[in-house]
């Protein structure tokens, strides 16, 4: 029956109540916002809806991969291969493993050496995608009558890690962004070698242009003795000291096997900030074995191709954890660990295009929006008075409740309002009054069959409420679709779609059939309005 409990009442009040005050602040002009902020205390600070890139614009730069330096990172890891398979197979070499522009070359005197690791280093094109697929081979292996070995990374190879460093720089990309406390980024991959980055809000793009240019590629190596093999080392510059220092060109452990890296200060020292890292197993492990063979050495920590510090190794370090100091600022320590923990670029991405968007489109298209929101609503409210009179009155109401409910939503959520959010917000308007019809059409037919006013007031919300169910999961499944399959702005509108789905129930059953049973309470009448 059409019985409301007091409490049940409340709630729907103080809800309508609470969703107006999560709103009123969004509705405010930027001065008076500001006013406000300035008044209340910075926990206090109530939050507003963010506007997307299309609504309020922000930062647009196209980021492009550096072929040199893929090339360059690519031939240094092929002859770390190089070294490996040599050591494995136990083969020995004359003169070192020497570097071409693209590739690496060894000399190996011995024929059945060569013989014995050729098939070894014909192995590595594995490691390419396109090799595996059947396409054009990505490293070329040949062998000289006098017993050098070259190994040469293709076209193909080069075409292959450029695409796997675009698919691995969007996911690098995405979690640096979202660290700054974006939200809503847009990053999409444009052709083989190029990735769009899209920053609502953001209008100074020198932070995002510093964050996205880094490399942030950590690396320990061990510091070379004296009289070790020239072509073993590499001299690096130093951070904290002036000239280079020779390094072993073997990469011990690899920044990637981070887990972890905060922002901190050094509590021995003088208090300068500094970063803690954390391993993985796999780092902790291959950290500690080269600490523990290690013992008495140099060991450098080495950020993008320059030592940050090379201490000794005292002692075994087998927790799996470090500390970076480098005369950091506390900024450059929290943007450092920003970087390890997002992990590092597999190359240098080189921005080719940079532009700030202006809120002047923005403003076009919010007047747009909210002109087709006006007119949308108007029309749904005309039709609902005119065929449903009194009955029209309270789905306005709860219409009006319903988009308080979703701007509520997003407010709380921290979601972006796009223009295809607000498209799902004029959807949704529609469809929240399609419920109301489907139960006032039910309530007309019971009538009409001979039941009482009350029986057939509760019986139109009773059996139309499996139908508004049924065709109101259907469209939250095309939602959470959308949402998990897509990005950027189709997220946008699959958040307020889903969000208006959800609400529909509250204000579109519960809400309408509360404000009728006060009608009917007071009321008493002897026919329906409708």
Not at 247 to 254: D, L, P, R, S
């Amino acid at each position: 029956m059409l019985r409301f409990s007091t409490w049940k009442f409340l709630a729907i009040v103080a809800m309508t109540v609470a969703a107006v005050l999560v709103v009123a602040p969004s509705m405010l002009s930027p001065s008076h916002y500001e006013e406000l902020k300035s008044r209340l205390p910075a926990w206090l600070t109530p939050p507003t809806i963010v506007l997307g890139l299309d609504l309020q614009g922000g930062s647009h730069v196209t980021l492009e991969v550096d072929q040199a330096d893929l090339i360059s990172t690519q031939v240094k890891n092929l002859r770390d291969d190089v070294r490996r398979i040599l050591r494995e197979e136990k083969v020995a070499i004359s003169g070192g493993i020497g570097t071409t522009a693209r590739g690496v070359q060894v000399r190996v005197a011995d024929p059945a050496d060569r013989e014995k690791v050729l098939p070894k280093l014909r192995q590595l094109r594995n490691s390419f995608s396109g090799a595996l697929m059947g396409g054009p081979s990505p490293l070329d292996v040949e062998a000289s009558p006098d017993g050098v070995i070259r190994v040469t990374v293709t076209d193909a190879g080069i075409t292959d890690k450029s695409r796997k460093a675009v698919e691995q720089s969007i996911e690098v990309i995405r979690r640096r962004v979202d660290a700054l406390g974006t939200r809503e980024p847009s990053i999409q991959r444009q052709g083989d070698d190029r990735v769009l980055v899209q920053v609502p809000g953001l209008q100074d793009p020198e932070t995002l242009k510093e964050i996205l240019g880094k490399t942030a590629k950590l690396e320990f190596r061990l510091v070379g003795d004296p009289g070790q093999n020239p072509s073993e080392l590499e001299e690096l510059d130093q951070v904290e000291q002036e000239g280079k220092l020779g390094v072993e060109k073997q990469v011990m452990v690899k920044g990637e096997d981070l887990t972890d890296a905060q922002p901190g200060f050094d509590q021995q020292r003088s208090g300068e900030p500094v970063v803690n890292f954390r391993f993985n197993i796999r780092g902790a492990q291959a950290f500690g074995e080269v600490t523990s063979k290690n013992v008495g050495r140099l060991f450098a920590i080495i950020l993008d191709n320059k030592i940050i510090s090379a201490p000794r190794i005292l002692t075994p370090i087998t927790g799996g954890s470090g500390q970076i100091s480098g005369r950091f600022t506390v900024e450059q320590a929290n943007n450092l660990a920003i970087l390890l923990r997002a992990g590092a670029l597999p190359a240098k991405l080189n921005i080719v295009e940079e532009r700030t968007v202006g809120p002047g489109l923005g403003q076009d298209s919010i007047d747009a929006g909210k002109r087709a929101a006006y007119v949308g609503a108007g029309l749904v409210v005309v039709y609902m008075l005119v065929t449903y009179g009194v009955f029209g009155v309270f789905a306005n109401l709860a219409l009006f409740v319903h988009i308080a409910f979703i701007f509520a939503g997003l407010v709380l959520l921290g979601s972006t309002l796009t223009l295809p959010g607000i498209a799902g917000i004029v959807l949704t308007i529609g469809m929240a009054v399609d419920s109301n019809v489907l139960i006032y059409e039910r309530i007309r037919e019971e009538n009409h069959a001979g039941r009482s006013i009350l029986a057939s007031l509760d019986a139109g919300f009773t059996r139309a409420f499996a139908t508004i169910v049924d065709s109101n999961v259907t469209m939250f499944v095309a939602a959470a679709i959308l949402y998990f399959l897509g990005s950027g702005p189709v997220r946008g509108f699959a958040v307020s779609l889903a969000l208006g789905i959800l609400t529909t129930i509250v204000t579109a059953v519960t809400m309408t059939r509360m404000m009728i049973a006060v009608w009917y309470h007071y009321a008493r009448p002897t026919k329906l309005p409708i």
